[in-house]
């Protein structure tokens, strides 16, 4: 298996079926875990130097922090029902804990923390909802935690991708911190398959090919993306889900087209408009 791909596991007392952190995928920002909760089951956990943004991917629950509660937030039971989802943001030197209404599948997306902005709900009509690219790269993209939101270092979206279709394309890449032109970004990607048996086709990529690997991705893992560009396939009969989570030194995503690939964009929306 690729060292890029982290497998879920059976789930721990906890609940917890996946987990990475700076240490283990080495590098410096991004940290993300995922928890299969039973209905009535509870997590308690300290933010410590963190910040976290708590995303219902499926199911419901109660959310506490320091200095809020929501009670009953969810609606999706599925993530391929393609509403948004209810999420939390949780600021540094905090804490949250989560008790399930219903079997729950929760993503927890950390990254470094100041303390900055206080608890609060991303309810599904504060997520922005745009379909990006035309053709067989279009894809549907929920905004949840975008740029122009307040968060320390955190950004989150979560893109649905049609069976037979490509996304995270053009093949872009935002691995330098030479701004404005590319942000550095770290990040994961948490794919989900439907039917859940099936399989995703992601390449991660730099431009003198010192990393260059093509991946089989199954349901529930993750994919680490240090650098370089990393495509995103959907082979026909499958529908693919994936999460992003990116931090970086500033927290902006400005990404660099694969200038080998950038024309197909330029056809696609070309085409679209005709």
Excluded at 66 to 73: E, F, L, M, N, S
Excluded at 133 to 160: M, Y
Excluded at 210 to 223: A, F, G, H, R, Y
Aim: glycine share 6%; net charge negative.
């Amino acid at each position: 298996m690729s060292r890029l791909i982290v497998p879920s596991q059976q789930p721990d007392h906890e609940g917890n079926v996946l987990r990475v952190t700076p240490k283990s995928a080495g590098w410096e920002y991004v940290g993300f875990e995922v928890y299969v909760l039973r209905k009535g089951q509870m997590l308690r956990k300290e933010t410590g130097n963190e910040e976290a943004c708590l995303v219902l991917l499926s199911g419901k629950a109660t959310v506490s922090t320091k200095q809020a509660r929501w009670k009953h937030i969810g609606e999706r039971m599925n993530v391929f029902e393609k509403t948004p989802p209810y999420s939390v943001y949780v600021p540094s030197d905090d804490f949250y804990e989560v008790a399930a209404i219903t079997d729950l599948e929760l993503a927890v997306c950390l990254a470094p923390g100041k303390g900055t902005y206080p608890a609060r709900l991303i309810a599904p009509k504060d997520v922005g909802v745009e379909m990006r690219g035309a053709g067989n790269i279009e894809r549907k993209i929920h905004n949840i935690l975008p740029e122009q939101q307040p968060a320390d270092s955190l950004l989150i979206v979560e893109v649905f991708t049609p069976e037979g279709n490509w996304s995270s394309y053009p093949p872009h890449k935002h691995d330098q911190d030479n701004l404005p032109y590319e942000s550095y970004l770290e990040e994961t990607y948490y794919h989900k398959i439907n039917p859940d048996y099936g399989f995703a086709v992601q390449r991660v990529y730099t431009d003198d090919r010192s990393l260059d690997e093509t991946m089989i991705v199954k349901n529930s893992d993750v994919v680490l993306v240090p650098k370089g560009y990393h495509p995103v396939s959907a082979p026909p009969g499958y529908e693919v889900y994936y999460l992003n989570v990116m931090a970086g030194p500033t927290r902006t995503w400005k990404f660099h087209n694969d200038p080998d690939h950038e024309w197909v964009m330029e056809s696609k929306l070309a085409t679209k408009q005709s």
